[in-house]
């Protein structure tokens, strides 16, 4: 069974840091664009950040920009979202995906994604 778990979530106080991790299993994806979507209550699904199998090509939502930073570690089949600097509107659930394609690079539409973890609410206090 293929899994995406997500972990790290929490509350956090504006211009604090939180480290969210997302752990695949059942299969790997070290071939495909991983990518990391929020969404907050009562807006829909938008697109955070992605990075492409080797790391090479990675994109940013302009709102987190130098704050956030997204990573992988291919031998432990995990992505990462260091989050510094939080803003109250970083408030969501937020969701690690794997992009259907292989060797992409990292696109910002949620249905060019076909797997989707459960979700880890990040809550920020101002």
């Known amino acids: 069974q293929v899994q995406l778990v997500e972990s790290g979530g929490g509350l956090a106080q504006a211009g604090g840091s939180l480290r969210l991790s997302c752990a695949a299993s059942?299969?790997?994806?070290?071939?495909?664009?991983m990518g990391w979507f929020r969404q907050a209550p009562g807006k829909e699904r938008e697109f955070v950040a992605g990075?492409?199998?080797?790391?090479?090509?990675?994109y940013y939502a302009d709102s987190v920009k130098g704050r956030f930073t997204i990573s992988r570690d291919n031998a432990k089949n995990t992505v990462y979202l260091q989050m510094n600097s939080l803003k109250p509107e970083d408030t969501a659930v937020y969701y690690c995906?794997?992009?259907?394609?292989?060797?992409?690079?990292?696109?910002?539409?949620?249905?060019?994604?076909?797997?989707w973890g459960q979700g880890t609410q990040v809550t920020v206090s101002s």
């Open positions: 990075i492409n199998w080797n790391g090479g090509r990675i």
């Open positions: 059942g299969r790997t994806f070290n071939y495909n664009v």
């Open positions: 995906a794997a992009d259907r394609i292989y060797y992409s690079d990292p696109r910002d539409r949620p249905n060019d994604y076909n797997y």
